[in-house]
């Protein structure tokens, strides 16, 4: 008898893996990835209740092809399976359903490569399983990152629960250095405890953050069966909300490892001079002073302070340059222009006492690049009387003056062709490295108060686009401000430590992979810059 057509396509339909009939979207290339592998209760044998048949939202599954929508079970393109129809739901439903909430990805990927009735002996390094898992994360990893593995094995060692610890953390360890992934987070599941022979194991397994870093362990108490070993479908979603919640914790740990800190102050302005209106220049020594112990224990990488430690007088260095010393630390000083407020024949000599002879320069943190930024290059005070530069900014100054710019102040100052040229290198070089950056100037590009850099304008228009430019770091404004342009950068200007109105002031940044937390001290506000 011929088959009618509709009945063909629908026989068609039923034999396809159910995750090849979503019509969700295919993901970007920039999945957070996670490797669930283990034994039968990862592969899943419990029934997926029908409220749980449908495709998670922003969430893939990996086919060791190409990814589909992820919906159960999630363990039916494992390479090393049983039967299909012995794959149901599993604790990598539930693991990623609530990930996607914890962790706010719109885009995450499974990788689920369980096999039933597998001993832990079959997973170890050189076997095939082993070799396969490999090949399986580095194919799926070209488009994304992988953030952890789930583990849920031991049924089949339960019995050697004193030998398997051992197995576990060799196997971690080749999984991670395979990867050359030291800190791959790793969450470990106990079994269920219908049978007494499972309570040792689970005991051993609850040793596993102790003996290897970066490993948590999910337990089973509150859950059931349905046969004495696989765990039922409440069971199952429990199971995998809590491996979400201890990956979390772990992310968060490996987030706060990779994080540092550096300080800020700004605008101390000394000078041996009598307090006028806000500004009391022999008090913001002791302000100074007091601040150093609070920057002290956020135990800083470098502090940096924003320009104008003087307000006046070359000899005026040494109280507050001494007073730092007490800084745990290494000192980045930016140029201010009170810093220069000299006589003409010292000038030369400021960049040398205070340790930035150039003005300008860069150095590196990990994926950040730092730019020290010379704001006095064209400008007035930042030169003698007389000379090409101090001309060029009368120049300047004059062109703004006539145009009606508010900023053209003989406090201002600006950045020259050649200076300019460097930062628009710097910026572009950290882009195509994939690098962050964070420029320091004693000047702010914004907000347009009067007090911003002379050419402001032309410096945001050359690099103020580029995804790599993450904050500008300024001080001369005592006031303090904070600014988020259009294009996501951040313009940050600290409160000058000159005026004061709490004992201590400044601030201490914690930088993570994706954002800065502003620690402010005193009267300094607390922000969070995420990266854009």
Not at 356 to 380: A, H, K, W
Not at 415 to 429: F, M, N, R, Y
Request: aromatic residues 8%; negative net charge.
């Amino acid at each position: 008898m011929r088959l009618s057509i509709k009945l063909l396509l629908l026989i068609f339909a039923t034999c396809q893996p159910v995750g090849l009939l979503s019509a969700q979207p295919a993901p970007e290339k920039d999945l957070d990835i996670y490797l669930a592998i283990g034994q039968s209760n990862m592969a899943g044998r419990a029934v997926v209740p029908p409220d749980l048949s449908a495709p998670l939202d922003g969430v893939f599954l990996f086919t060791g092809e190409n990814w589909v929508a992820a919906r159960n079970p999630l363990n039916i393109y494992s390479s090393i399976r049983k039967d299909s129809g012995m794959q149901r739901l599993s604790p990598s439903y539930g693991f990623a359903r609530k990930m996607a909430t914890l962790q706010k990805s719109k885009n995450l990927g499974l990788v689920v490569n369980a096999k039933g009735g597998s001993a832990i002996e079959e997973w170890m390094p050189g076997t095939p399983f082993f070799e396969d898992m490999l090949l399986r994360v580095r194919q799926a990893t070209k488009d994304g990152t992988l953030r952890g593995v789930i583990w849920h094995q031991g049924e089949s060692n339960a019995g050697k629960p004193e030998v398997y610890l051992n197995q576990l953390g060799h196997f971690i360890t080749a999984l991670r250095d395979s990867l050359s992934m030291p800190h791959l987070p790793f969450v470990a599941g106990q079994l269920s405890v219908d049978k007494e022979l499972r309570k040792p194991f689970n005991e051993q397994l609850l040793q596993l953050p102790e003996r290897v870093p970066h490993t948590a362990v999910v337990l089973s108490y509150g859950t059931a069966t349905f046969d004495s070993t696989h765990f039922d479908s409440p069971s199952q979603v429990l199971l995998g909300e809590r491996y979400a919640e201890k990956m979390n914790l772990l992310l968060q740990e490996n987030q706060h490892q990779q994080s540092f800190t550096f300080g800020l102050i700004a605008d101390v302005q000394y000078a041996d001079a009598a307090t006028a209106g806000k500004r009391n220049y022999r008090g913001t020594l002791k302000t100074l002073e007091r601040t150093i112990p609070f920057l002290n224990a956020f135990e800083p990488e470098f502090v940096l302070t924003l320009g104008d430690l003087i307000d006046r007088d070359f000899e005026s260095f040494d109280a507050p340059l001494g007073i730092l010393e007490g800084v745990h630390a290494p000192l980045h000083h930016v140029w201010g222009n009170h810093d220069f407020s000299v006589a003409d024949n010292l000038k030369a000599k400021v960049g040398e006492k205070l340790g930035n002879s150039t003005g300008y320069y860069s150095f590196e943190r990990g994926n950040l690049v730092f730019l020290v930024v010379n704001g006095m290059d064209i400008s007035l005070e930042g030169h003698p009387e007389g000379s090409e530069n101090y001309q060029k900014a009368s120049d300047w100054m004059a062109r703004l003056e006539s145009s009606g710019a508010n900023n053209a102040k003989p406090w201002n100052g600006g950045i020259g062709e050649e200076q300019l040229a460097w930062l628009v290198s710097k910026v572009s070089e950290a882009e195509n490295s994939g690098k962050k950056v964070l420029v320091f100037c004693h000047y702010p590009l914004l907000p347009e108060n009067g007090l911003h850099l002379l050419n402001s304008r032309e410096v945001l228009s050359k690099i103020g686009r580029s995804p790599a430019l993450v904050a500008w770091f300024s001080g001369h404004h005592h006031e303090g401000n904070y600014v988020q342009d259009a294009q996501g950068l951040h313009h940050l200007t600290l409160r000058g430590m000159v005026e004061a109105q709490s004992p201590v002031l400044g601030a201490a940044v914690r930088v993570y992979p994706d954002k800065m937390v502003i620690h402010g001290i005193g009267d300094e506000m607390d922000r969070v810059l995420e990266f854009r």
